[in-house]
């Protein structure tokens, strides 16, 4: 029989209360799930309004959070420690090399939204992978500007309140020391070995002297240096300098990178996309990432329809939530891409009469016809990584960063595992990415663009205050994982763990088939959606939810069953 095994470390005390007595749980309240496959194992705690809560892919990141919220960091602390943590720790997704999007909400300072996607370089041209098939995903001609560096150093000079250099220090440490990685890391490298390999710095780093072996000590010097130059220089490091120069080095002969790419390179503060639904305030990410746009636009078409009746997992319910996610990425893939270059104003793909004929469109019994709304207006791999923080003052982080592809382009400088970003644009208009997804000329690539993404971090808010903090890796399924979570939350009532766990599928307009889980939809209600004409495929899993609910008594920090994620929450009592 599958189990899940917990390692729980209670540290308890009495304290006194408003004259009272109270037991509570002091700064380290931990539970690490040792995750096995396909085992219910999301690892689910409480904690005090007066606590933190974390939820991360990986175990290292979520101790170097909750650690940092115990000195008294507020979440954009929290968020920036986690973030290098991941660099070194999750070196596929995790990244120092890659880009994203972070959405924080402050009681004190409002809702914000920071977007250090990735860009096209200087020397970019739409053409420029033309009968080139692999040259879009493999080598240094992937790499896009990176953006982590610059986009993390803003965030904690704005909001930040505890030395840059301590948040930077836990993953030098790391890095430097080393750690022991889960075997779901060393399988995931020696799967990219053929690939990984052809790079010198990744093959001396993971298949040299001291090759990666689970639970035994890995070390990565050149990192760590690299690590060590950004606690001292901060965005600098990543402008110009050693690790520049070496990234110029080693792309000279294929790359088209230049010095100036890095020390023009600029983070931008953007509005949320701010919506109501059923009640509550859902905060998302703004272009370029479709997330918001996608989310407000899903939802609406749903409005109206008996999902609550037909109940969860019902072939009408997984049908029409299929439709409607459909329709939402036709729109998304022919209108959107970097918000400076859009023609059209993309606002009134939410005007109520539009969604009303798109509402008329898709059906709970049958397959659409695939075709883009006529609307009144003149794709991320599994290797995205996604992290929630609440801070004891009810600020929060969503957090969504990538390089892309498993260990991006599969090139390393410095120590540095770099993106393949470059692919997310539109590489040929109207051809397929490597996630299916078939974009239009408006993500085509342009010098200094941002190419259309789908992370997806959000936070819902009640009455202005925190309800749930969420996101997803998982490219395109980000998107679809995202819904169904608040669909699970909120229109079918499940419990965080529940709504975090429960099956999951996913469509998008090309392919049209739907994806679901292994084992996890019936045969009979298979069945009846090969009735309706909707083609199905199976898959292992979908998306990997890093997320946090708030309760009037405390937090519960999710951490999906469906990775090796861990979610930790801190109680701290004050007298």
Known sequence: MNTTTFLVHWRMRKLRNNGGMAIGYHADVRIISMIQVAILCAAAIFASQQ??????????????????LAQGGNAIDAAVAIHFALAVTYPNAGNIGGGGFLLYHSPDDGDVFLDFREIAPAAATADMYRGQSQSST???????????????????????????????????????????????????VQRYQNTLSQDPGCNITFFGSQKMQADEKFRQAELAHSLQLISKRGDLAMRNGYIVDEILRLSATTGVLTAADFENYQPVWRDVHRF????????????????GMFLQQSLALLEGAPLAVWGFNDPRTIQLIGEASAAAFRDRNHYFGDPNALQVDISELLDPQYLRLRRQQISATSQSKAHVGNAAITRESTETTHFSVVDQWGGAVSCTTTLNSNFGAKVMAAGIIFNNEMDDFAAQAGKANQFGLVQSAANAIVAGNRPLSSMAPTIVLIDGKVDAVLGSPGGPVILTTVLQVLLNRYVFNMRPLAAVSAPRFHRQDLPTYIKYENSRISIAVRERLRQFNQPLRMVRGLGLVNAIFVFNDGYQAVSDKRGDGVAQSMLEHKL
């Open 276 to 291: 109501d639904w059923r009640g509550k305030e859902i905060i998302s990410a703004s272009l370029p990432s479709s997330g």
């Open 138 to 188: 493999l080598g240094w001609r992937a790499v896009g500007v990176p953006g982590a560096v610059p986009g993390m150093y803003q965030a904690h000079q704005k909001y930040g309140t505890l030395q840059w250099r301590d948040l930077i220090d836990p993953a030098y440490r790391l890095a430097k020391d080393g750690f022991e990685p889960n075997q779901s890391l060393c399988d995931r």
């Open 51 to 68: 606590g933190s809560a974390v939820s991360t892919t990986e175990r290292h990141a979520t101790q170097i959070g909750v650690d940092i």
